[in-house]
């Protein structure tokens, strides 16, 4: 093979791969590997192809690319980018601190620490790499929301309260950011704060039949407080926009304590209480799922 | 001089992750997408936009669009806390979509279909005009052109804001899909998580094949009214597929990454289903050479064994049932479930199965052979479910053209105070009237134990062969022996008496041919008996596949018209003594 058909190869590579073609790119690569096995750019670029397509030849390439060039950060971003694809994220945490060690400013490389230690049990190192993240970049919503997330599991809820609040100034329309904070400040005995954040919610969700959950975290709210004729109010409010019947037993718990026993028999409290941190947890789920793919 | 790459290109864009929904672990979110969706660490199923769902699902480029001139009407100028037309509009600016529906034309693995395609993120899937357009247009092109319709749902229910018109979908759609199932055209509806109200209760649901993936939500009123309604917690798992599964409602339940597979295997049966007006020979030719021994039509010919023996070989439990003769006879089974009413029983199993090149429908009785097995099949003794089915598979065949096959081993329809409940007497009678008027070729073969009306129901064709040491009774020896001969001890007498055997039934005329079994009974060598097995079900459809669809009736019904007819009825001569 010529230099020329070679460099012909790897201009095919490059620009299918720049347009999505990453078959052709593979197969462009591949046959300029054959003349240039040591161009580490081009191993990055058939192993990013290979990853792309879901050959299992990608990371061994890309192995070789860093193994050609260890001081190359964006081939070991690329390494640890296709071991996490495989699922390998004891060695993709191992590539990624490799990128900080050779680029300490990396971002997405702090991204990857983190989610990987997370994953394979070490959740300060997630932490602590997810707060520099943040740092660094405090618009970056997504690393606020796993910081969030690794708090709220971790116990620290201080701590994910005060993200939450980022994560809620940054998204203003954020439901889910909107919902951690109210869980939080509910959570923390910070009332009014929750109050305030729920009632925004009820104004600003807009996702047809989503008012109920709102409402039902605003009883939640007056019922920590006892103020029983106000959560009276509300879960009227939300029997008239609940379709699925969910506040008939809070609404005869409450008009229980309000008006004494009736003839309907009202559940207990921790039912009450049940039912509503269930609503909160359906009304994230919707959420949630919004968030992907 | 040759030019290097400066820097390599990448495809990803930063490193996203994503919280699981359900088991709150990161997924990357590359990863998750390459998984379909699925999340690697607890195989929770997301919900998919409808792009991702068609690109999962059908050929590369495949799919061309043509929902261009789909729109939902405002038909109401409905408004509430907001004007409908605004929150279409921010559905459409969300979802980059016209409807929560689109329709088009595709491929699966080179098989053309016509796919109608539903968008849960669009105003929650809700079915109004312009769903219930792409849906009907969907299937009025699947029968202009002849192509199997695909539906894959997902919907909250009718979309309320236009009121009545929306309910009329529900209609407008379900007459659409009656003329796919007039006219024979296959309609398999795939059904995601979530599909419920007035859309579970139409088109999606009509499918000549219902398909679901693993813990999608389905049914008609969500959970929580049933609860408030009922004012009781309702059970773990109910409304997922697998619980509809589980109650007869679905066909089959397929991981993600199997739904594809799935299809194409559903295509390619129905697509090696006899056409209409293809030359008789040319079926016949699909047909696979066999190997087995020849089916035995002269009594003379097979061994006399006391009818006793034959009985106990029969009950042997190590003897081959339906599945495993299915695997042997047969290529591709695709077992298909349920009744679509009540239950899916396992005491019958049914489904499309390939001999040769030609796709036939399998239905027949499965006992089991370990403990558990036997119970979670109820011993083969079919409820009125197992029997529904069964009908349910038989009027798939006939619409479809395709030949069926019935294994028949049973040692009775379950006489419990359910099935008496739901009409086991119906279901029998129903099903041996059903199968009298199949306008296809129809072989039977008892393997094992013919249990009476529980055998008779999956037994009424146009070959009937039995299994050399199989039996076949209108009562058990042991209750013949208690009622007639006033002695639980006498079931040997009895089964010599009532002439169960394969040479005294095929002298009556009941038994067409008898499959030869290995030395000592089907057990010792299953793979022998299935050959045997197969030879004697393609002989028979050799036979029945040239014969015009008015002669076969005639002669079914002439073969059952003959029992007990004076003059054309065999009658025997008095049994050897039992010592």
């Known amino acids: 093979m010529t230099d020329a058909v070679a460099d ?57 690319a860093v193994a050609l060039a260890p001081e190359d950060p964006e081939a070991w971003s690329d390494l640890g980018r296709a071991l996490v694809l495989e699922g390998r994220v004891t060695s993709a945490g191992e590539a990624f601190r490799r990128v900080i060690r050779l680029q300490p400013d990396d971002h997405d490389a702090l991204i990857g620490i983190a989610h990987t230690a997370y994953l394979s049990g070490d959740p300060a190192a997630a932490i602590t790499a997810l707060r520099q993240a943040v740092e660094r970049d405090s618009g970056d919503a997504a690393a606020l929301r796993s910081l969030l997330a690794i708090y709220r599991r971790e116990g620290m809820v201080q701590d994910a309260l005060a993200t939450a609040r980022a994560l809620a100034e940054l998204r203003q329309d954020d439901v889910l950011a909107a919902l951690d904070v109210g869980e939080l400040a509910l959570d923390l005995g910070l009332l009014d704060e929750a109050s305030a954040v729920f009632g925004r919610l009820r104004a600003n969700d807009e996702e047809p039949g989503h008012e109920v959950y709102a409402l039902h975290a605003l009883i939640d709210v007056e019922l920590r407080r006892e103020r029983w004729r106000r959560a009276l109010d509300l879960a009227i409010d939300a029997t008239r926009v609940d379709r699925l019947g969910t506040t008939t037993d809070v609404l005869a718990f409450v008009v229980a304590r309000v008006f004494g026993a009736t003839n309907r028999p009202a559940p207990d409290r921790p039912d009450v209480d049940r039912a509503l941190a269930a609503s909160r947890q359906e009304h994230r789920r919707m959420h949630e799922e919004g968030l992907v793919l | 001089m040759s030019s290097e790459l400066t820097a390599a290109p990448r495809a990803a864009g930063p490193v996203e992750w994503t919280k699981c929904p359900s088991c709150d672990a990161f997924v ?22 409808v792009q991702r769902r068609l690109e999962q699902l059908l050929d590369d480029d495949s799919f061309t669009d043509l929902s261009d001139e789909i729109q939902p009407l405002d038909v109401l100028s409905f408004a509430d806390t907001k004007p409908y037309a605004d929150r279409l509009a921010d559905a459409q600016r969300k979802t980059g979509g016209r409807e929560a529906a689109v329709y088009g034309t595709a491929e699966i693995d080179g098989h053309p279909v016509v796919v109608a395609a539903m968008d849960f993120a669009f105003v929650g899937g809700s079915m109004g005009s312009g769903v219930g357009e792409a849906v009907t247009r969907a299937a009025e092109l699947a029968l202009e052109r002849r192509t199997p319709l695909l539906v894959i749902a997902t919907s909250g229910g009718a979309r309320m804001q236009e009121g009545c018109v929306s309910l009329m979908q529900m209609a407008k759609t379900s007459q659409a899909v009656a003329r796919l199932h007039e006219e024979g055209i296959l309609f398999v509806s795939l059904l995601t998580d979530p599909t419920y109200g007035g859309v579970t209760a139409s088109f999606p649901t009509l499918g000549d094949i219902l398909l679901s993936e693993p813990n999608s939500y389905i049914g008609f009123a969500g959970p929580k009214v049933i609860e408030q309604t009922i004012r009781q917690t309702l059970p773990e798992g109910f409304q997922t597929a697998e619980f509809l599964l589980d109650h007869g409602m679905l066909d089959l339940v397929e991981p993600r990454e199997n739904l594809r597979q799935a299809l194409r295997k559903l295509l390619e049966l129905h697509s090696l289903a006899p056409v209409a007006g293809q030359p008789r020979k040319e079926i016949v030719a699909r047909l696979p050479e066999t190997e087995g021994r020849a089916p035995v039509t002269d009594p003379a010919l097979l061994p006399a064994r006391p009818a006793w023996d034959v009985v106990q070989l029969a009950r042997h439990i190590d003897r081959p049932n339906t599945l495993e003769y299915v695997g042997y006879v047969f290529d591709d089974f695709q077992e298909l479930a349920g009744d679509r009413l009540f239950d899916e029983d396992a005491a019958i199993v049914g489904g499309l199965a390939r001999l040769g090149d030609l796709t036939v429908v399998l239905i027949g009785h499965q006992k089991g052979h370990t403990t558990s097995e036997m119970v979670e099949r109820n011993f083969g003794m079919p409820n009125p479910e197992g029997y529904r089915k069964g009908m349910r598979l038989m009027r798939h065949a006939a619409k479809f053209g395709l030949p069926i096959v019935t294994l028949v081993d049973t040692p009775g329809a379950y006489p419990g105070l359910g099935a008496e409940e739901r009409g086991q007497s119906i279901a029998i009678a129903q099903s041996i009237m059903e199968m009298s008027r199949l306008p296809v070729p129809t072989v039977t073969a008892v393997t094992g134990e013919g249990g009476s009306g529980g055998a008779l129901a999956l037994a009424v064709g146009d070959r009937v062969l039995m299994m050399e040491n199989s039996y076949y009774s209108v009562i058990s020896p042991e209750g013949c022996s208690t009622i007639l001969f006033k002695d639980a001890s006498q079931a040997p007498r009895a089964a010599e008496a009532l002439r169960v055997t394969a040479p005294d039934l095929l002298r009556l005329g009941i038994m067409d041919a008898v499959v030869p079994e290995p030395e000592g009974g089907a057990h010792h060598d299953p793979a022998d008996a299935a050959a045997n097995l197969k030879t004697a079900i393609v002989t028979a459809l050799r036979d029945l596949l040239p014969t015009p669809v008015d002669e076969l009736l005639q002669r079914r019904y002439d073969r059952f018209r003959a029992f007990g007819t004076p003059g054309r009825q065999p009658v025997l001569p008095p049994p050897a003594e039992v010592p």
Not at chain 1, 8 to 18: C, G, P, T
Not at chain 1, 19 to 45: N, S, V, W
Not at chain 1, 56 to 63: A, H, I, P, Q, Y
């Open chain 2, 28 to 49: 990357y979110h590359k990863r998750l997408r390459r998984n379909l969706g699925v999340c690697p660490e607890c195989n929770y199923h997301f919900r998919l936009p």
């Open chain 1, 8 to 64: 012909d190869l790897v201009e095919q590579a490059r620009s299918s791969f720049e347009a999505g073609d990453f078959r052709r790119a593979h197969e462009a690569g591949q046959a300029a590997l054959i003349k240039r096995p040591l161009d580490t750019q081009l191993l990055r670029l058939v192993g990013n192809a290979a990853m792309e397509l879901g050959r299992d030849d990608g990371v061994e390439l890309l192995e070789r």
